[in-house]
Each structure stands twice: as C-alpha cells, then as structure tokens.
C-alpha cells in the first residue's frame, strides 16, 4: 500500500492550517504550525498570489491530506461521488468521513488518523464483532466499532482513549467508553462535518 513517508508537520505548514496529522502534539505548543507559520521552503516568503487553479490546487491538497490518502485512490473517490445523486462535493465529503480510519480517530480509539490506520492493520478493531483490516472501508449507519477481544487491543484502544478523552465527538456517531465501543448512528451529512474546506473548488478543478 502507497503512503507518505516524509515529515507530517511540512504538510500543516504548506496548507497553513492544522491538520492534526500527529494526534496529541498538535494541540501543544510544539505544534510546528504554531511554531513557524509560514510555508516550508528556501523562497517561501517570497511566493506571490495565488492563481484560481493554485486555490483550487491548494484545497484538493488540504483534504487529501487531511484524510491522509493519495492521488489516485482521492481521484477515485471523486469519481465515485460523481456518479452519485447530489451535490458531487458533499458527496466525497461523506464518503471520505465514513472511511474506518477516520471514524475509528473520531471516537478516541486512535489519536490521529495515521495511528488509527496502524491499528486497523494491525487487526485490533472489529466492525460488527468482524475484524477488518482495510482502512478504506466505509461505515454504515447501526455499524458497531469495537477493540478487537484480546487483552492487547483492548489496553491499547483504552491508553488510547486516555490520551485523548477531553476531545470532543461527532454527533452521528454514539461513543461508550466504559465497553469501549462507538456506534454510528446515521451517515454523517454534509453539517456534521468540520473539516475547513470549500468542496466545490475540488469540483470545479476536477471538471477542468
């Protein structure tokens, strides 16, 4: 499987926003956008206005790298979204929202998305008492997501959780911490998804 193996906290700094791509850190002063706002580079001062197709360029990056996927299988999304009825943009919102990885960071059983994948991998998470392995699977709605049954998944979903208890949850999605498990509610909507984006620029750059 592709993924990107450089420095996480370039790619905050690039998009100039956090994209909470290194969990617990990136709430702490350390946090290199807090540091060093300003794009990484030699010339980074000196890069002027950005053209529409730049703005446009710019969001698809945001959100790729939010969700922490890659050209091809984003572009793959997009199409996807395409086919559905409705708004194409809220479409590939959704459909990025509803992918394991990202639910299983959203009930605290993971403190970023990157860890979040590990786990998955790695086999400690159950999706209606079934284990599943594919980071890219999307959720349903009355979908349980528990920590695998052996004593190993379940100490380090609920470390997990102690790091990060204080953050809050989504509204689609029921979270016990005492079991621990989440439980999707509903799919999420368009509303309920916080992400800083402007989706209809990654349309309209797709649409070129």
């Excluded at 956008?33 to 730049?54: C, E």
């Excluded at 400690?124 to 392995?133: D, F, G, Q």
């Excluded at 621990?180 to 070129?208: A, F, H, N, W």
Aim: aromatic share 8%; proline share 5%.
């Amino acid at each position: 499987m592709a993924r990107y193996l450089g420095p996480q906290c370039r790619l905050c700094r690039r998009e100039g926003e956090k994209l909470f791509l290194k969990g617990i850190r990136c709430e702490t002063p350390k946090c290199a956008i807090t540091k060093r706002k300003y794009p990484p580079g030699q010339f980074a001062w000196g890069r002027g206005k950005l053209s529409k197709y730049g703005v446009q360029f710019r969001e698809k990056q945001k959100t790729k790298r939010f969700y922490g996927i890659l050209e091809r299988q984003f572009k793959n999304y997009y199409l996807k979204a395409e086919r559905q009825k409705g708004h194409t943009g809220e479409n590939l919102l959704i459909m990025l929202e509803r992918r394991l990885d990202n639910v299983v960071h959203l009930i605290l059983f993971a403190s970023s998305r990157k860890n979040a994948r590990q786990l998955i991998r790695h086999g400690h998470i159950t999706v209606n008492n079934k284990r599943v392995n594919i980071p890219s699977y999307l959720v349903k709605a009355c979908d349980v997501i528990r920590p695998n049954t052996s004593e190993a998944s379940q100490n380090i979903v609920k470390s997990n959780i102690e790091l990060v208890k204080s953050r809050n949850t989504p509204a689609w999605v029921d979270l016990k911490l005492d079991v621990p498990e989440g439980v999707v509610t509903q799919v999420p909507t368009r509303e309920d998804i916080s992400i800083p984006v402007q989706e209809q620029l990654i349309v309209e750059l797709y649409s070129k």
